[in-house]
């Protein structure tokens, strides 16, 4: 006599599918690691110089990084390729809930995190738990000599001491050309602008656009065979996309 | 009906076993026992005095104050989210498990302060004012305070004596 | 005859050394209590004064001098970086809320279950209680990066219309850490109005003593009516301060345990923490109540052996409890596999600062095992003193290896660095001796005995004869 066994049907709703609007593919084959983004990034975004000591000590505020690490031992050296980390606009994003202060929300229009200077009271508990480690703290007012302050960028604001920071996605570039497209009564086209990180990478291996629409650039690449999600298992929803293997 | 002018008599005992005897006695002299008053330095059961249960709201208030802080966790945790609502890291706007922290904290916050508050409320506290008292009662002694007529308060006082009495005498308000 | 005799003496001798054993058994008139108390409070040696001026010393210059600076200059001046964003400031959070659970465990627990060896020593433990919090809140506000705008964590209707976020355990710990704060600060103050207006009585008039005990006392005179409020209220408070106590420690935990690192998502960090508490802060009850005997006058009526017999007892018990937790939590992670917390275990072992977790061990485990199982030792002061010392470094070390050295291993290698402690030191060592100078200034004010509780307890107890043995009874007076 067999039992039949009744296992209602479990259905996962996980929210995989569910995408942000903006997104970034990074190619890792052809990233050279001349580290053109983290310096266009520190200037768009007013990000200061920490200096050599601080830096040395793990106190660097570049918003994006490139990583590169030697495997084996010496000299049977291999290298890893580049990777450019920097915030990954989680969907599901570990460092968002845990602020008792409300300084990084999740934003609804840009489907972006959004770290609020003014609300940050300097926890840092998101940079505890970002998983990817891209969030950097102002450990102090580091000083920007004459005549450095000519060149801060005025749509981003200047963070004091104690206060978290990170990528934006520029997000001052998005809404600009949100603005640019409105007044003139179409979409942002695809490719129209970029982040500095994007515009300033001479192998044009960081792709931004909208991950929302299947046909932009982006899009096409992070579908590709050799894209990734970093740290994927852990199910933060990246809106960054690796691609390596090629 | 005569007209009475009651006086405050205090007597002193050095232990609980005659001041127990004593408001028994005086109950028998006549003396209601919402005319009495028993101080002492230790806390005694009504039972061991042989008194009537005292009534205290201290219980009530505190679960009234339970009540008021859990309304005020849950206002907390379900009413200010959407009064500004923001999203993080894909929870809803209002947030199970941690509703439950929330309310907790408060619900016992609240119990805990208003039975501190029920002490005071209860206890009249503070009270700086004049009060009839007995700084020996800090000492381990009792004091038994009373109000009889003023005719009864011969033979009362001989009465108290007679059951150990280290000394009666006219309550008069002091500051503490 | 002669036998009798003998039996008779054995008999005196038995019923002297209870006595001698056992406070409850060893009454005193109130009122010398009374003269007791107050004079452990009035008398002041000029060496209780040069400590006192050294530790103010300590505390205006490295906690408000260095924590000044600090706010002056930004956290950089300290030694947290990427990725230990938390350092020893977090460390001694949780050290010093642990420090304050014995107060609650000792005065609440132990009332609950009618253990009166704590008569003497509750109040004792309560202040620790009160003013361990006090360093833990002075720690955690000096980890902020913006401390002039912590009040924006505070649930208070503001100008800008945003409530905090109670999505995040921080959230939880402010309203649990305050209600804490709040009810054993409460706990501690009702007790203590007996024993105010004992010490307002026997205070001379026109001295600023008398206003502080007058005012203090609330014109508490021991009334039925104010003895029943005082009960109910104190039942009251013993039942439900221990949910709160639990409540604390497990919130304070989960900011770990709710994160998404290797080595802190691990659901049995609740009571392990609550455990690690107890065993840090019952080692400071013994250490506290080792110098309290031997500093102050009359103490050595108050507290003896016997207390630190079940003192010792009780820590013993915690260490065996920690053990469990401690193994439980480091089997299922190891076993469990996880590439970054296997990293993360070698690390603890192996790492440059791997001695420290073998010192954790040794003075949580090792050490509490190989001396507290002898009743006579553990009854030394000094000896349990020691014990309370280590375990107390051992439980500072659980806690700096689960927070800085924790947070060196991540997902992402490239940002592994190692945290090197800054003025956060100096921050630390100002907590600690606040902490003591918030004792020493309350031992020479608030009467650190519970005097009217010493009294209870020694009217519950007497010698019965049961048989031919003379033994303890306790009547239930409460």
């Not at chain 1, 929803?237 to 293997?245: E, I």
């Not at chain 2, 009651?6 to 076993?17: G, H, R, Y």
């Not at chain 3, 609740?270 to 500093?295: C, E, N, T």
Request: charged residues 15%; hydrophobic residues 45%.
């Amino acid at each position: 006599m067999t039992t039949e066994l009744k296992i209602s049907e479990i259905s996962a709703n996980f929210a995989e599918g569910e995408q942000g609007k903006w997104g970034m593919a990074i190619d890792m084959d052809i990233c050279t690691g001349c580290q053109a983004c983290v310096a266009a990034c520190a200037m768009e975004n007013n990000v200061p110089f920490v200096g050599e000591a601080d830096s040395g000590y793990g106190r660097s505020m570049h918003w994006i990084r490139t990583e590169r690490f030697w495997e084996g031992e010496f000299p049977e050296i291999k290298m890893t390729p580049y990777q450019p980390v920097l915030c990954q606009q989680c969907g599901h994003a570990p460092c968002e809930p845990v602020c008792p202060a409300f300084a990084t929300v999740h934003s609804q229009a840009e489907a972006l995190n959004l770290q609020v200077y003014n609300r940050c009271v300097g926890t840092r508990y998101c940079a505890n738990n970002c998983p990817y480690q891209v969030r950097s703290f102002n450990w102090r007012d580091y000083e920007r000599p004459e005549p450095l302050p000519n060149q801060l960028n005025p749509d981003v604001t200047v963070r004091r001491r104690g206060v978290m920071e990170k990528c934006t996605f520029c997000i001052q570039r998005i809404h600009r050309a949100e603005d640019v497209a409105k007044s003139e009564g179409r979409e942002v086209a695809d490719g129209e602008f970029a982040p500095a990180c994007a515009q300033a990478c001479p192998a044009d291996a960081i792709v931004f656009g909208r991950i929302d629409d299947p046909e932009s650039a982006v899009s096409k690449m992070a579908r590709g065979a050799r894209g990734f999600h970093l740290l994927e298992e852990l199910g933060t929803l990246p809106a960054v996309t690796y691609l390596k293997g090629g | 009906m005569t007209v009475t002018t009651n006086i405050s008599l205090l007597a002193v005992f050095p232990d609980l076993e005659p001041a127990a005897d004593a408001i028994d006695r005086l109950r028998t002299l006549g003396v209601p026992d919402d005319q009495m008053n028993v101080i002492s330095g230790t806390p005694v059961t009504e039972a061991m005095l042989g008194r009537p249960r005292q009534w205290t709201n201290v219980p009530r208030l505190a679960l009234g104050g339970a009540l008021a802080g859990m309304i005020i966790g849950l206002f907390l945790a379900f009413a200010t989210p959407s009064l500004y609502p923001i999203q993080v890291g894909r929870q809803g706007i209002i947030s199970g498990p941690p509703t439950v922290v929330v309310v907790f904290e408060m619900t016992m916050l609240g119990l805990l302060l208003s039975t501190f508050l029920g002490v005071f409320l209860d206890s009249y506290f503070p009270s700086y004012r004049p009060m009839h008292y007995v700084p020996e009662i800090s000492d381990g002694k009792f004091a038994v305070f009373f109000s009889c007529p003023q005719e009864d308060s011969e033979k009362i006082t001989k009465a108290m004596t007679a059951l150990g009495a280290e000394k009666v005498e006219a309550a008069e308000a002091q500051p503490l | 005859m002669a036998s009798t005799a003998t039996h008779h003496d054995h008999e005196q001798d038995h019923i002297a050394h209870l006595r001698e054993k056992h406070l409850m058994l060893d009454p005193l008139p109130r009122g010398r209590m009374n003269e007791m108390v107050m004079e452990s409070m009035h008398d002041t040696s000029w060496k209780f004064w040069v400590v006192f001026g050294i530790l103010s010393v300590i505390v205006a210059v490295f906690l408000f001098g260095a924590w000044g600076y600090m706010i002056a200059n930004g956290l950089g001046v300290a030694g947290v970086n990427r990725p230990s964003y938390w350092g020893i400031f977090l460390v001694n959070t949780v050290f010093w809320i642990g420090i304050s659970h014995a107060g609650t465990f000792i005065s609440a627990i132990l009332r609950v279950f009618k253990a009166e060896f704590r008569r003497p020593f509750t109040r004792a433990a309560e202040l620790m209680t009160t003013f361990g919090l006090v360093q833990a809140g002075f720690s955690i506000f000096m980890h902020m990066g913006r401390v002039w705008l912590s009040y924006w964590l505070m649930p208070i209707p503001n100008q800008r219309g945003l409530w905090p976020n109670f999505h995040s355990p921080l959230s939880w710990d402010l309203l649990a850490i305050t209600t804490y704060l709040l009810s054993s600060t409460m706990y501690l103050f009702l007790p203590l109005i007996p024993d105010l207006a004992m010490a307002r009585d026997r205070t001379p008039d026109g001295t600023w003593q008398k206003t502080f005990y007058r005012v203090l006392a609330l014109g508490f005179r021991g009334t039925e009516g104010e003895w029943t409020h005082l009960r109910h209220a104190m039942n009251i408070f013993a039942f439900a301060i221990i949910p709160v106590m639990f409540s604390v420690h497990t919130i304070v935990s989960w900011d770990c345990a709710a994160a998404t690192r290797p080595g802190w998502n691990s659901t049995i960090f609740g009571p392990y923490f609550v455990v690690g508490a107890l065993h840090s802060g019952m080692g400071a009850v013994a250490m506290v109540l080792a110098v309290v005997q031997s500093r102050m006058k009359h103490m050595k009526y108050f507290i003896r052996g016997e207390h630190f017999d079940a003192l010792g007892m009780l820590m013993l018990l915690v260490s065996m409890t920690w053990a469990y937790f401690f193994f439980n939590d480091y089997m299922v992670q190891w076993y469990g596999g996880d590439k970054w917390t296997q990293q993360l275990l070698h690390f603890h072992e192996a790492g440059p600062l791997g001695w420290m977790w073998f010192a954790m061990l040794i003075f949580n485990v090792a050490i509490p095992w190989a001396t507290l199982w002898n009743k006579k030792w553990r009854s030394n002061p000094w000896l349990l003193f020691g014990v309370g010392l280590l375990i107390n470094f051992g439980m500072w070390f659980e806690r700096y290896i689960i927070i800085p050295i924790s947070l060196t291993i991540n997902r992402m290698p490239f940002t592994w660095r190692m945290y090197t402690p800054g003025v956060e030191i100096y921050l630390g060592i100002g907590t600690v001796a606040f902490f003591i100078l918030l004792y020493m200034g309350a031992s020479r004010l608030i009467p650190l005995i519970p005097v009217w509780e010493v009294q209870e307890g020694q009217m519950a107890h007497s010698l019965k004869k049961y048989g031919r043995e003379t033994v303890v009874t306790i009547s239930e007076l409460e």
